[in-house]
């Protein structure tokens, strides 16, 4: 079955930025429900950015002005720019397209 892939993870420092990415894998991302999740060690799984029906966008409040989801409709392909990180961003990030979701990606900030 279809299985969106992401990639970009690593090790960065505070304040370092990051951009995520995820492929679609095939499926149709022009519109419907996608984003990014993050489960976080001792944590429940919450939402970090998401587009929803056509063009909207919600944020989590930790990291509204942060963050910023986009996407690529022609290859689709999701995006998650992640800049001035901090220690607490530290998580395995979930790509989620249309209720499919990737294995997940990890991000560690750490100095």
């Known amino acids: 079955q279809v299985q969106p892939v992401e990639s970009g993870g690593g090790l960065v420092q505070p304040g370092g930025s990051l951009r995520l990415s995820c492929s679609s894998s095939g499926l149709n991302i022009r519109h419907g429900n996608m984003g990014w999740y993050r489960r976080a060690p001792g944590k429940e799984r919450e939402l970090v950015a998401g587009?929803?029906?056509?063009?909207?966008?919600v944020y989590g409040d930790s990291v509204k002005g942060r963050f910023t989801i986009s996407r690529d409709s022609g290859n689709k392909m999701l995006y998650l720019q992640m800049n001035s990180l901090k220690p607490e961003d530290t998580a395995v990030y979930f790509c989620?397209?249309?209720?499919?979701w990737g294995q997940g990606t990890q991000v560690t900030v750490s100095s």
């Open positions: 587009i929803e029906g056509v063009n909207s966008k």
């Open positions: 989620m397209i249309r209720n499919h």
